[in-house]
């Protein structure tokens, strides 16, 4: 049986420091496991859901400056699972020259969580 969750984030942070964008959802479910694919972060909550996701070393995986990562208007978190991968694609859309730019990432792994097939999404826009 597939599985298809959206789940809106309340939350986009950049950490400028350590070059971390973080997603995330506050309240609802207790974190259930963690899962690293290509140095981003995917934390679970109850029900195999997509409670957050950090991005390590965003400037570099997005090919942009720090400063522009301050200035994002929008990202979304795409998780695709067979019964054996895991799929990710990450579309952040910034503000750059006065333009919205989309950059994008993908990540790929073994489903070693055992998680159920299916699409989770995660978006936040200027939250």
Known sequence: MAVNQIHTADTIDYDYENDSLFLFTKGGAEHKHSLVIDNIIIDFGEGNYIKG??????????????????????INVNLNVSSEKLELNITLTLEIRNKNLPK???AADINEFNIPSGTMAMSCGMC
């Open 104 to 106: 994008a990432i993908t």
């Open 53 to 74: 996701v950090e991005i390590q070393n965003a400037s570099k995986r997005f090919g942009v400056s720090k400063y522009a990562l301050t200035k994002y208007r929008r």
